[in-house]
C-alpha cells in the first residue's frame, strides 16, 4: 500500500478512538472512506443514528466511554505493566520512543493521561508514514520504515491486539466493534508489507 494512503487510515482510525463522533466526523463516516473501512457499521441500523446529533449523542457517546475509559483500557502500558496500571511518567515505553526520535504528543488535545494511548500510537503511525511518502531518497524511506517497524513490532502490536478485541467483544455499537477490527486489518497487513 502506498505510505500516504496509509498515513490516511491511520489518521481515521486514530480519529475514531480519541474523541467522540462530532458532526464533521459523522460526515466523514457517512463519506466514501468511511463506508470503505466501515462495511459492517455502514451496514447497521447503527448508521442511520449519526444524524440528527441528540440521536447520535445518544448512540455513540456512551459507548465511546465505555470502550476507551471505562470498560476497556486504551492504554499500552495497561497491558503491559505487572500491576496493570496505567504509566504516566518518563518510565512509560511509548515516552521513551518519543524521546528517542524527537516526538511530543499533546495529551490535552486528545484528552490522555499519558502518551501510549492507542489513539496516539495511531497518529504516530500516520506521521511515521506520511514522513516516508515525503522522503526525498530511497535511504530516507528506509530509515522511515524502520522508525515504523520499530513502533509496530516494540509497541502497537504488543499490546493493541488485546485491547481490540475486547473492544470487539463489549462495544454497544457496530462502529466500534468495526473500527476495532479495522484497526486489526491495518495493523497486520502493515506489518505484513515491512516484513517483505
Excluded at 502506498?2 to 464533521?24: H, I, M
Excluded at 500491576?83 to 490535552?108: C, H, Q, R, W
Excluded at 495511531?122 to 528506509?142: I, Y
Aim: a negative charge; charged letters at 30%; hydrophobic letters at 45%.
Amino acid at each position: 500500500m502506498d505510505p500516504r494512503a496509509r498515513a490516511r487510515l491511520y489518521t481515521f482510525l486514530s480519529r475514531l478512538f480519541v474523541k467522540e463522533v462530532d458532526d464533521a466526523f459523522a460526515e466523514v463516516l457517512r463519506g466514501e472512506q468511511g463506508r470503505a473501512l466501515l462495511p459492517a457499521f455502514t451496514r447497521s441500523a447503527d448508521a442511520d443514528a449519526l444524524f440528527p446529533e441528540a440521536r447520535r449523542v445518544a448512540t455513540f457517546d456512551a459507548d465511546f466511554a465505555h470502550v476507551t475509559v471505562v470498560n476497556v483500557v486504551p492504554y499500552e502500558s495497561f497491558y503491559r505493566r505487572d500491576d496493570a496500571m496505567i504509566e504516566s511518567g518518563g518510565a512509560n515505553p511509548l515516552a521513551v520512543f518519543l524521546t528517542k526520535y524527537g516526538f511530543e504528543a499533546e495529551l490535552g488535545t486528545v484528552r490522555s493521561l499519558s502518551p501510549d494511548h492507542l489513539g496516539i500510537e495511531l497518529e504516530l503511525m500516520a506521521l511515521l508514514c506520511a514522513r516516508e511518502a515525503d522522503a526525498a531518497s530511497d535511504d530516507e524511506a528506509r530509515q522511515a520504515r524502520a522508525v515504523e517497524r520499530e513502533l509496530l513490532t516494540d509497541h502497537l502490536l504488543a499490546w493493541a491486539p488485546l485491547y481490540l478485541l475486547a473492544v470487539k467483544r463489549s462495544a454497544r455499537t457496530e462502529l466500534y466493534r468495526d473500527g476495532a477490527d479495522a484497526v486489526l486489518h491495518l495493523l497486520h497487513q502493515h506489518h505484513e508489507e515491512l516484513a517483505a
